[in-house]
């Protein structure tokens, strides 16, 4: 891999190969052209993309020829439109390999009038193995310094179990946080009692690496992970990392933040309108503070260079006897939610660019469904966030 963040790599760095004779490893891959339609192309193609993801990551340099692994010559690849041809990548790499490859990056350096060298950065994959699947072509491929392999059925094994162990602890861990807070046994600070709202932003990197942020780290970026729905806020540094909440006049904390060493946010607010003998959970309020919470996640992973995927889970406790209230003053209701306990399944977030409130939809919807309605009104035919009905 070129030691180099993708973005900020240039000419000079890809002559450097060649000066310092980088040759081909476990995490780097020269090929001289680009993959065509042919399926003589293609496949070689996503088996190196896949062969990276499934063992370290690393980047596949295009545009350069090598001999026996050493770069000899930087000749390019010619491009008449460079975001189609980015955009056609994309698109390979996304229809030809099964689970999904997340987070990789492409860029393009130019090194001629009309030729770039196109570096493909693929990020080690927690969700491996990812299969080739383009056509009748269907195999699992590592790599090792001497390049792509297929994987054995000991490796398949392996990186399955690796993969399900990883799920496994990230809902493990989901549980018990959701217990904690269920039965009053968080202690950092002094939490209000009620209907509330949790939260959680988890990286699959949190539990798929020994990820550890700096508490020096934490407090740099804090002011960007507000408590849900309040403006201002204390902070106190605990033993899990920073944690945000809200202070109103000695009064219990109803929102905070807790930003967890390893990357993982946890928001939680106390939330509940008394409104005509009946008890509300206000949906386009909820549905706006949540959505802002997940914008700052984000915003943050991008802060500390966290890759998605970001899974994404909102439980509700101590809602039973509530009623979702809708409209412009909250009074319309449905329902009366019947259980203390609704856990949302989760949704998975695979790009930091994409409209936040659209990726939430399924979420909003079930949430919804849970007091009796068969969707969030707050989307449009299209399945966007409008904010209202």
Known sequence: MILIKLEEIG???????????????????????????AESSRI????????LGN????????????????????????IADIDQEILRLENVIRNGLEPRLVGIGIREVKISSDKY?????????????????????????????????????????TAFNLSSQITDRIKSFISERTYSLESGEFQTIN?????????????LSSFSSNANIDVRE???HRVHLA??????????????????????????????????????????????????????????????????????ALRFYNYVEIDPPVFVFLTLVNFKGHSLGVGSSYFESGEVLDRNHVSIPEITITSY?????????????????????????????NGHWVGKA
């Open 191 to 203: 939490i209000a009692k009620g209907g509330t709202l949790i939260l959680h932003c988890v990286p």
């Open 117 to 157: 060298v196109v570096i493909i950065r693929v990020p080690r994959s927690w969700q491996a193995p990812h299969r080739v699947i383009f056509k009748d072509h269907s195999k699992f491929y590592g790599r090792n310094s001497a390049g792509k392999y297929p994987l054995d059925v000991s490796e398949l094994r």
């Open 227 to 296: 408590p849900p729905g309040v403006t201002g806020w204390n902070h106190k540094v605990n033993l899990e990392g920073i944690i945000n909440y809200s202070t109103l006049r000695n009064e219990p904390s109803r929102s905070y933040t807790q930003i967890y060493r390893n990357g993982i946010i946890e928001s939680a607010v106390i939330i509940s309108i008394n409104a005509e003998e009946r008890k509300l959970l206000p949906s386009l309020w909820c549905g706006k503070i949540l959505i802002e919470a997940v914008e700052n």
């Open 11 to 37: 000419v000079d760095d890809i002559h450097d190969l060649l000066r310092n004779e980088i040759r081909e490893s476990k995490s780097i891959e020269y090929k001289r052209d680009l993959p065509t339609e």
């Open 55 to 78: 063992t370290i990551g690393g980047d596949l340099v295009i545009g350069i020829e090598d001999d026996k692994g050493v770069p000899k010559s930087i000749g390019g690849v010619q």
């Open 218 to 220: 934490l407090m740099k």
């Open 44 to 51: 070689p193609f996503l088996a190196e993309v896949s062969a």
């Open 353 to 381: 660019s994409e409209n936040v409130g659209d990726q939430l939809k399924s979420i909003f919807d079930i949430l919804w469904n849970s007091f009796g309605y068969e969707k969030s009104d707050y989307y449009d035919d």
